[in-house]
């Protein structure tokens, strides 16, 4: 199978769904999706496969491929965070993830302060100092950036010690790599991101659950209303 092409299908249909063009109730046939996009009955059961897993469609024998209610989808999957980031529930999934992460990583923070092993604890610290680095370089909107405030995050979910926070860790990555490649992070990070990241790296170096469940929350919340649309 071309992974480039199960890729083409698989983005154009699960797109097309997380966007509304495809509605709930929706059923497609294996044989005009073929005709429509030009591609093979392997390549589209397989796509169709996928979306089954992340519960978006069913697939019934003689009924064909069914679009299922959004609440019943696989809300924390990067492809779906992915194709929401690029549709017009954007603004939706940026709020979700931020209001998750509001709840989730201030407790993930104190338990890191508990739980996390040295090296952990070094490794916070030092990617907190690059952050700072380049966010005071205003080179906050780059790869660089990016890679270690992915790895900041994702490390500071794993030394939690708890295995459900910890899984969270890919539902961050998208919505942070999603912000990143379409232009949504600022090349100068807003006022306190930095210092935040550097306090509550500190406050777990230290073992001070207190402080880093303090400073998690505020940087959290400061996220939570960057992204958080304005009332009406």
Same mark, same amino acid.
């Given at each position: 199978?071309?992974?480039?092409? *199960?890729?083409?299908?698989?983005?154009?249909? &699960?797109?097309?769904? +997380?966007?509304?063009?495809?509605?709930? &109730?929706?059923?497609?046939?294996?044989?005009?999706?073929?005709?429509?996009?030009? +591609? #093979?009955?392997?390549?589209?059961?397989?796509?169709?496969?996928?979306?089954? #897993?992340?519960?978006?469609?069913? #697939?019934?024998?003689?009924?064909?491929?069914?679009?299922?209610? =959004?609440?019943?989808?696989?809300?924390?999957?990067?492809? $779906?965070?992915?194709?929401?980031?690029?549709?017009?529930?954007?603004?939706?999934?940026?709020? /979700?993830?931020?209001?998750? =992460?509001?709840?989730?990583?201030?407790? @993930? #923070?104190?338990?890191?302060?508990?739980?996390?092993? @040295?090296?952990?604890?070094?490794?916070?610290?030092?990617?907190?100092?690059?952050? !700072?680095?380049?966010?005071?370089?205003?080179? %906050?909107?780059?790869?660089?950036? $990016?890679?270690?405030?992915?790895?900041? *995050?994702?490390?500071?979910? @794993?030394?939690? %010690?708890?295995?459900?926070? /910890?899984?969270?860790?890919?539902?961050?990555?998208? !919505?942070?790599?999603?912000?990143? =490649?379409?232009? $949504?992070?600022?090349?100068?990070?807003?006022?306190?991101?930095?210092?935040?990241?550097?306090?509550?790296?500190?406050?777990?170096?230290?073992?001070?659950?207190? +402080? @880093?469940?303090? *400073?998690?929350?505020? *940087?959290?919340?400061?996220?939570?209303?960057?992204?958080? /649309?304005?009332?009406?």
């Amino acid at each position: 199978m071309a992974i480039g092409m *199960h890729r083409d299908v698989l983005d154009d249909i &699960g797109g097309r769904i +997380a966007a509304g063009e495809l509605p709930p &109730g929706e059923v497609l046939t294996l044989s005009g999706i073929e005709e429509a996009l030009g +591609a #093979s009955r392997t390549v589209v059961r397989e796509a169709v496969r996928v979306l089954e #897993s992340l519960g978006m469609v069913t #697939s019934r024998r003689r009924v064909g491929v069914t679009v299922q209610p =959004r609440e019943q989808w696989d809300a924390f999957s990067p492809q $779906l965070i992915g194709w929401n980031l690029r549709g017009p529930f954007r603004q939706r999934q940026l709020e /979700a993830l931020a209001e998750l =992460r509001v709840a989730a990583e201030p407790m @993930a #923070s104190l338990l890191a302060a508990r739980r996390a092993t @040295a090296a952990q604890r070094a490794e916070l610290r030092r990617l907190a100092e690059v952050l !700072v680095d380049l966010g005071g370089r205003g080179l %906050g909107d780059t790869e660089p950036y $990016l890679e270690a405030d992915v790895a900041f *995050h994702e490390l500071l979910l @794993a030394a939690s %010690g708890n295995p459900q926070l /910890a899984a969270l860790a890919r539902p961050v990555q998208a !919505v942070l790599e999603g912000r990143t =490649r379409l232009g $949504l992070t600022p090349p100068i990070p807003v006022p306190g991101t930095l210092e935040e990241h550097m306090r509550l790296a500190l406050a777990i170096a230290e073992g001070d659950e207190d +402080a @880093a469940e303090r *400073h998690s929350r505020s *940087h959290m919340r400061t996220v939570w209303g960057e992204v958080a /649309a304005p009332e009406a």
